[in-house]
């Protein structure tokens, strides 16, 4: 099994950020479960204005094997081991399913020191390059820089199919433009359209 980390970016409505007129507090509570608010309807504040991320891993048939929702502004690489630990791919017969890729191809954004660790603790294999500021600083410390991390670019060209995986959801109008105020609701419209790429596969 083979997978991909990646983030797609979505735009959604500004007028979905607060509460809806008219509506009373039994029907649409103050601070919902989770922290409340825009942030956490999983709607945030981005350089690309009100938006929303989607993580994802995907196998190498670009179909999607894992997403997490969240606001805008959230860094990729927090939710690199959220990602990964929702990945399940049934076996065939009273196997438990697999939840271990043989191998990760994933952007700059994973090159840190905790993703490459939870890599290696998990024993799976990686093709994640190293940051230019990251190798700098490790030239520049000499030998007690360390070696530099191990990199297989012919592992690394299979990133293209979580890029791929992004464009199949974004044919989905509903993903690609968050209509949705509930996260929880606009989760369910982004597994809809992972299960149409599966059945369509």
């Known amino acids: 099994m083979y997978a991909s980390c990646e983030r797609t970016w979505l735009f959604s409505l500004p007028g979905w950020a607060g509460r809806t007129p008219g ?12 922290g409340g608010g825009a942030g956490g309807e999983g709607l945030g504040r981005s350089r690309g204005g009100f938006t929303t991320k ?3 891993s995907a196998d190498g048939r670009c179909r999607p094997l894992s997403l997490v929702v969240t606001a805008g502004q959230r860094a990729d690489c927090t939710q690199f081991e959220p990602v990964l630990e929702k990945v399940r ?3 065939t017969g009273p196997r438990r ?6 191998s990760v191809a994933c952007d700059k954004a994973y090159s840190n020191g905790p993703c490459r660790s939870y890599l290696r603790r998990r024993g799976i294999q ?3 390059p190293e940051k230019t500021d990251s190798q700098a600083a490790r030239l520049r410390r000499g030998s007690r820089g360390g070696r530099p991390p191990g990199f297989d670019k012919e592992r690394y060209k299979k990133r293209n199919t979580v890029e791929r995986a992004n464009n199949k959801l974004k044919h989905a109008r509903a993903v690609a433009t968050r209509y949705d105020k509930r996260d929880y609701v606009y989760l369910g ?6 299960l ?3 059945l369509g596969t």
């Open 23 to 34: 509506r009373d507090a039994v029907a649409e509570p103050r601070r919902p479960p989770g």
């Open 54 to 56: 989607v993580h994802l």
């Open 89 to 91: 791919v049934p076996r």
């Open 97 to 102: 399913p697999r939840n271990k890729p043989d």
């Open 126 to 128: 990686h093709a994640i």
């Open 189 to 194: 419209t982004v597994t809809a359209a992972v």
């Open 196 to 198: 149409a790429i599966w």
